[in-house]
């Protein structure tokens, strides 16, 4: 994660309607990350690996 864009998240986790949030969406976040790391890695578009998943 970019440098500010972690310093955002280290400081408005602070906030408790922002910590619940985050902690309700934090796995479908990485997920994400996780697909999209291994997208860029395999030079795959999102239609190859929709295909890719039985998504499309």
């Avoid at 408005?12 to 796995?27: H, I, L, N, R, S």
């Avoid at 030079?43 to 690996?49: A, D, K, N, P, V």
Wanted: no cysteine.
């Amino acid at each position: 994660m970019e440098n500010r864009l972690k310093h955002y998240f280290d400081t408005q986790k602070g906030v408790p309607e922002f910590a619940k949030a985050w902690k309700e969406t934090e796995v479908s976040y990485q997920a994400a990350n996780i697909l999209l790391r291994i997208r860029e890695e395999k030079q795959l578009t999102q239609s190859e690996l929709a295909t890719l998943t039985g998504k499309k």
